[in-house]
């Protein structure tokens, strides 16, 4: 048989790829375990992953050759059959199966947003609706959807539309879209799924605005699947990516509902029109915190980790041009520009795991304080998630697009993962919440911390560094000292502390001189937005120092997340260094030191890159890239896909009426 066309099965691996593997100075498998958080939990990650990957019903083999409507079948598809296999496996429906499911699967599975509608029922439903709506949800009687996004207003919730106006002579709300931009937009599920939609809408009793509330709100028949009456509902149509999904528009046109159907844990109309709030109305926006923390790791940092895993793989079998004239072309991942491209985003990764694990734990703690009606941590918890959330779809984003640029050519084609994984992640820094305006929203919270610092009131943990500057200036004589956590960690808490002080004397300043409050602050947003920015990194930061400080009977692990500590640190302060100048901190020859270090731990963890990324641990099936599998033949891979292309086995139409009348109108002359 040609070697063109011989399949995968029972090839050795590629031993450019193979040589990286050899004497590892560390243990793969425990680092594995570090990552998902104990050696059972990578042991139940597998299973899970694993039974969905041998499950022919979930195959994706012929993913890139579907059409938009065949993807969203399959979703369709691979959502009822989910239904029933974690059924027959005795899984969870709220355990962590459901993550890593859509981890095995690449996110190609419908009704996501369904469960969204699930949670926002059992967060923000009373014990009397959660008892009804539920088992309905649960069981796919109904459908649901969550619309809050509208085609005249996105992340400023303030501003939407949708009105739901309470009648007390039928007791029922009468919910409208009034104008044009009130029209529901994006919800995904709502386009050709959704039975029933979570409608956030401005909520009207007596005459008074009360503000943004949830509502369930009925938009198809559960006979025939029509729109009921005085509802449009529909595709929005093309996207950028999640060709899988059916994001939908909603035209409500004065539809009446019954006055149960305002989900009431914590805020209510009485049968008279009067309305009670029970805690906290920023609870109607709990939900929207909820996603932001599980996307993080769910959708953001696992784009940003595949991406790593293939590029990085790549770079070890593609070889290209000279490094030593006259000697075999190298490895690419030998040039220090590579280098420099991926080993930063591979610490990256770590750092961002790290992170999001602390997220996730204070995610439930607030939340087991909110069941306790403590609400106190409640303002904390939405500038972590807002500034996080900003931050790390930003940074992981655009890694992804450099971890396809560093593929050159091959990174371009859809074989190789990396433009459907860009496409994809990239849509995060605009769902649940556009990234500008988190970060202002953290700005707030931290500009309120710092006024509240000047007056001696104590700060929550995560911003107790704007109480105090610390000394002004780096200590650091040498290199080797910017290898010390503690002096780059003073270096980052230094420039979060002064861009927050900036502002918030910029603010006052401008005030102090005449300017409106809302005037003061625009004119200073985008150094609010950089003191955010600022902040979150310095938690990310911090936060990976103080996971490494964890591990004590790690040492070969400790040594190599250290540099990848170094790294993530450095690289920072290299690609930023302008902040860490601007107030005298840092010197330009401490910052000829940093560059000095930050380019020699490049070389040290390039030996170490391989095994880094293999931790991770994805399979083949999860990454569907031809140019990251783990056997590394990246070229039989290209070849043997392009040969599955249905294309290849059609007879084009076009030569019949575009290419024979002109080719066979020349033949006489040949």
């Not at 509802?231 to 046109?253: A, C, H, Q, W, Y």
């Not at 640190?569 to 000095?596: E, N, P, R, W």
Request: aromatic content about 10%; overall charge neutral.
């Amino acid at each position: 048989m040609a070697w063109w066309k011989t399949s995968a099965a029972g090839r050795d691996p590629n031993p450019d790829l193979s040589s990286e593997r050899r004497s590892p100075s560390f243990s793969v498998e425990a680092l594995t375990n570090i990552l998902d958080g104990s050696v059972e939990e990578t042991r139940f990650r597998r299973a899970v992953v694993g039974a969905i990957i041998k499950d022919p019903v979930f195959s994706r083999e012929y993913l890139y050759f579907k059409t938009r409507s065949e993807r969203y079948e399959g979703a369709v598809r691979n959502a009822f059959h989910m239904k029933k296999m974690m059924k027959e496996m005795g899984w969870d429906e709220n355990g962590p199966e459901i993550g890593l499911i859509f981890r095995a699967l690449g996110g190609e599975i419908a009704l996501n947003i369904h469960n969204l509608f699930v949670n926002s029922i059992r967060a923000l439903g009373s014990d009397e609706q959660v008892a009804k709506w539920l088992p309905l949800a649960q069981n796919y009687k109904i459908l649901g959807t969550y619309a809050q996004t509208e085609l005249g207003h996105g992340s400023y919730l303030r501003g939407l539309e949708t009105t739901a106006t309470f009648d007390p002579s039928t007791q029922e709300f009468i919910i409208d879209t009034p104008q044009i931009t009130a029209t529901k937009w994006w919800p995904g599920d709502l386009g050709k799924t959704s039975t029933h939609a979570v409608v956030l809408a401005q909520l009207y009793s007596n005459g008074k605005k009360y503000g943004m509330h949830p509502f369930i709100v009925q938009v198809r028949s559960l006979e025939d699947h029509s729109p009921l009456p005085g509802i449009t509902v529909g595709d929005i149509g093309p996207k950028m990516s999640f060709e899988n999904l059916d994001n939908g528009f909603l035209i409500m046109r004065n539809i009446r509902i019954p006055k149960e159907n305002m989900l009431s844990r914590y805020s209510q109309v009485l049968p008279d029109g009067s309305y009670v709030k029970h805690g906290s109305d920023k609870m109607n926006y709990f939900t929207m915190i909820a996603i932001r923390g599980n996307m993080i790791r769910r959708e953001v940092l696992d784009a940003l980790m595949k991406a790593c895993t293939i590029s990085v793989r790549y770079s070890t079998v593609r070889r290209q041009s000279e490094l030593k004239p006259g000697d075999k072309e190298p490895k690419i991942l030998e040039y220090q520009t590579q280098q420099q491209k991926l080993l930063p985003l591979v610490a990256m990764c770590y750092a961002v795991s790290f992170t999001a694990k602390y997220v996730t734990t204070f995610y439930q703690d607030v939340y087991s304080e909110i069941k306790k009606e403590n609400f106190n941590t409640l303002p904390e918890l939405h500038a972590l998630t807002a500034g996080m959330k900003a931050f790390a779809t930003e940074v992981c984003s655009n890694g992804v697009e450099v971890c396809r640029k560093a593929c050159g050519g091959h990174g371009y084609s859809l074989y190789s993962g990396l433009p459907s994984l860009y496409t994809r992640v990239t849509a995060s820094c605009t769902y649940e919440g556009e990234n500008t305006i988190l970060h202002l929203q953290t700005a707030r919270f931290l500009i309120k911390c710092f006024t509240g610092a000047q007056l001696g009131k104590p700060l929550p943990a995560s911003t107790a560094y704007l109480s105090s500057p610390g000394a002004v200036g780096c200590k650091a004589m040498r290199p080797a000292d910017f290898l010390n956590p503690e002096v780059y960690l003073k270096a980052y808490e230094y420039r979060a502390y002064s861009l927050v002080k900036s502002a918030a004397n910029k603010i006052e300043s401008l005030v102090k001189s005449g300017a409106e409050q809302y005037l003061a602050w625009n004119s200073t947003s985008v150094e609010l937005v950089k003191a955010s920015i600022a902040h979150s990194h310095y938690l990310t930061v911090k936060i990976f120092v103080s996971a490494l400080n964890s591990l004590s009977d790690e040492p070969a692990i400790k040594a190599v997340l250290k540099r990848l500590c170094d790294l993530y640190a450095l690289h920072g302060i290299f690609t930023s260094a302008g902040d860490f100048l601007q107030h005298g901190y840092l010197s330009g020859k401490q910052l000829d030191m940093v560059t000095t270090a930050y380019l020699g731990l490049l070389p040290e963890l390039r030996k170490d890159a391989v095994l880094l990324v293999d931790a991770f641990d994805y399979t083949d099936e999860e990454l569907l890239s031809a140019l990251g599998s783990y056997d590394g033949h990246v070229y039989h891979n290209l070849l043997e896909w392009a040969q599955k292309n249905p294309e290849n086995k059609k007879v084009t139409p076009v030569f019949e009426t575009y290419l024979k009348p002109h080719l066979q109108s020349n033949q006489s002359k040949l």
